[in-house]
């Protein structure tokens, strides 16, 4: 099992940038792909999850729910985290991983990418 983020960078306050993880080795089984990211100095935090099924349900912290959505596309096997308004607050580390279930504790997700830096400069 393999998760792969890209599309972090470098934007400035108000922008927005479009995450990318694409997993692999999961075979036909379901599973959730949630986002995570940590700060510096913060704890890591949980920004949204959605089932990899064709339900495609989602779950989403509520204080990002509005700027960020997260969406897949199944054939691909790709999930993306779209970040709109961006603050210098969220500049942090992303991290997907990948969960039996749709969860944002992530002590439940056993499969981790090696995450994006994403830099809000103002």
């Known amino acids: 099992v393999q998760l792969v983020e890209s599309g972090g960078g470098l934007v400035q306050t108000g922008g927005s940038l479009r995450l990318s993880c694409v997993a692999s080795g999961f075979g036909s089984e379901h599973y959730a792909v949630g986002w995570f990211r940590q700060g510096p100095g913060r704890e890591r935090e949980g920004i949204a999850s959605i089932g990899i099924d064709p339900h495609g349900a989602t779950y989403y912290a509520d204080s990002l729910k509005g700027r960020f959505t997260i969406s897949s596309d199944n054939a691909k096997n790709t999930v993306y985290l779209q970040m709109n308004s961006l603050k210098s607050d969220d500049t942090a580390v992303y991290y997907c991983?990948?969960?039996?279930?749709?969860?944002?504790?992530?002590?439940?997700?056993?499969?981790w990418g090696q995450g994006t830096q994403v830099t809000v400069s103002s």
């Open positions: 991983a990948a969960a039996p279930f749709i969860t944002l504790n992530w002590r439940d997700y056993s499969y």
